[in-house]
C-alpha cells in the first residue's frame, strides 16, 4: 500500500514523532511506522485516538477508509436488507403505513400478512384515501395459470387464491373505495411504496412470500432503486385489469 502522506505530514505539523504518536495511542512505535510508511490502517479506535492527538479529521488522514464506510450512488438508498420478510421489524409496515400521506401503494400477490401485522389497517387505509392519498392494491390474479402452478409449487393449504380473495375481503372493509387491479406479473417480486420509502420482497424457489430476500428503500434522488421499483409498479399498475367488485368473498 502506498505512503500515508497525510499522517506524514500531520506529525510533522504537530512536531511529534512515530514514536510520541505510538505512545499516545498506546501502541508500538513499528505499529505507527507502518501507518505512515506502508499506509496501513490502524483499528477503528487506534484512528481515532490518532486523530484526536494530531488535531485532524479522521477522514483526512484516512479518506479511503470513510469511504468505503459511507455509502455512495445507488446504495445510498437501501436502509436495509433482510434474509426473509420475516426478519423485517415486526412494526415496520404499521410504522409506514402511519407515517405515509402522499401514495400507499401495495404492490404484493397477496398482501395477506398486512391485516396480520397492523393493526386496524382498513380503517387506517380507508382515512389516507380519505384525506388525499393515493391508496391502490396490485393483487394476483387467482383465475391466472401463473397462479395455479405458483399453487402447484407452494403446496400449502393456505393458497395464494385464498389469502388474494382474503385481502379482498380486507380491502372491502376500509370506509373509502380503494381500487384494487389484478396481475400475475408480479409473482416472484412484490413492491409496496410509501411515500418515499419501499419495502421490495424477490421471492425464492418454493418459499413462500415470508421467505422472500427483502430490501428497505428510501429515495434520496432520481433516478435511482427507488424510482426504478415505482415505475415498476406503475407499469404493472397499467397493464393490469380492474377487479370486479361482484366477486368479493365477505
Same mark, same amino acid.
Given at each position: 500500500?502506498?505512503?500515508?502522506? &497525510?499522517?506524514?505530514?500531520?506529525?510533522?505539523?504537530?512536531?511529534? $514523532?512515530?514514536?510520541?504518536?505510538?505512545?499516545?495511542?498506546?501502541?508500538?512505535?513499528k505499529?505507527? /511506522?507502518?501507518?505512515?510508511?506502508?499506509?496501513?490502517? +490502524?483499528?477503528p479506535?487506534s484512528?481515532?485516538?490518532?486523530? $484526536?492527538?494530531l488535531?485532524?479529521?479522521?477522514?483526512?488522514?484516512?479518506?479511503?477508509?470513510?469511504?468505503?464506510a459511507?455509502?455512495?450512488?445507488?446504495?445510498?438508498?437501501?436502509?436495509?436488507?433482510? +434474509?426473509?420478510?420475516?426478519?423485517?421489524p415486526?412494526?415496520?409496515?404499521?410504522d409506514?403505513?402511519?407515517?405515509?400521506? $402522499?401514495?400507499?401503494?401495495?404492490?404484493?400477490?397477496?398482501?395477506?400478512f398486512?391485516w396480520?401485522?397492523v393493526?386496524?389497517?382498513?380503517?387506517s387505509?380507508g382515512a389516507? &384515501?380519505?384525506?388525499?392519498? #393515493?391508496? @391502490? !392494491?396490485?393483487?394476483?390474479?387467482?383465475?391466472?395459470?401463473?397462479? %395455479?402452478?405458483? =399453487?402447484?409449487?407452494e %403446496? $400449502?393449504?393456505?393458497?395464494?387464491?385464498? @389469502?388474494?380473495?382474503?385481502?379482498?375481503a /380486507?380491502?372491502?372493509?376500509?370506509?373509502?373505495?380503494?381500487?384494487?387491479?389484478?396481475? #400475475?406479473?408480479?409473482?416472484?417480486?412484490?413492491?409496496?411504496?410509501?411515500?418515499?420509502? %419501499?419495502?421490495v420482497?424477490?421471492?425464492?424457489? %418454493?418459499g413462500?412470500?415470508?421467505?422472500s430476500?427483502?430490501?428497505?428503500?428510501?429515495? @434520496?434522488? /432520481?433516478?435511482?432503486l !427507488?424510482?426504478?421499483?415505482? =415505475?415498476?409498479?406503475?407499469?404493472?399498475?397499467?397493464?393490469?385489469?380492474p &377487479? #370486479?367488485?361482484?366477486?368479493?368473498v365477505?
Open positions: 500500500m502506498p505512503r500515508n502522506e &497525510a499522517l506524514r505530514q500531520a506529525l510533522a505539523v504537530a512536531g511529534m $514523532t512515530v514514536g510520541d504518536l505510538a505512545a499516545r495511542c498506546d501502541v508500538d512505535p505499529t505507527v /511506522e507502518r501507518w505512515v510508511s506502508r499506509g496501513r490502517v +490502524p483499528h479506535r484512528r481515532v485516538r490518532a486523530a $484526536t492527538v488535531r485532524k479529521d479522521v477522514d483526512v488522514l484516512w479518506p479511503d477508509v470513510v469511504r468505503r459511507v455509502k455512495l450512488g445507488a446504495d445510498r438508498e437501501i436502509v436495509g436488507v433482510y +434474509p426473509r420478510r420475516s426478519d423485517l415486526r412494526s415496520l409496515f404499521g409506514l403505513i402511519g407515517r405515509a400521506g $402522499t401514495r400507499l401503494w401495495f404492490g404484493g400477490y397477496t398482501s395477506y398486512v396480520l401485522e393493526a386496524g389497517a382498513p380503517a387505509l389516507k &384515501a380519505g384525506a388525499g392519498a #393515493d391508496v @391502490r !392494491f396490485l393483487l394476483g390474479d387467482p383465475a391466472s395459470a401463473v397462479t %395455479a402452478e405458483r =399453487e402447484r409449487v %403446496a $400449502t393449504p393456505l393458497t395464494l387464491s385464498t @389469502r388474494i380473495a382474503m385481502s379482498r /380486507e380491502i372491502a372493509k376500509s370506509p373509502s373505495t380503494l381500487p384494487v387491479r389484478l396481475s #400475475d406479473r408480479h409473482i416472484a417480486m412484490s413492491v409496496w411504496i410509501f411515500d418515499d420509502e %419501499a419495502v420482497a424477490t421471492h425464492i424457489g %418454493a413462500l412470500g415470508q421467505d430476500v427483502t430490501l428497505h428503500l428510501r429515495r @434520496r434522488g /432520481e433516478g435511482g !427507488f424510482d426504478r421499483y415505482a =415505475e415498476h409498479f406503475e407499469a404493472l399498475w397499467a397493464d393490469a385489469a &377487479a #370486479d367488485r361482484g366477486d368479493l365477505t
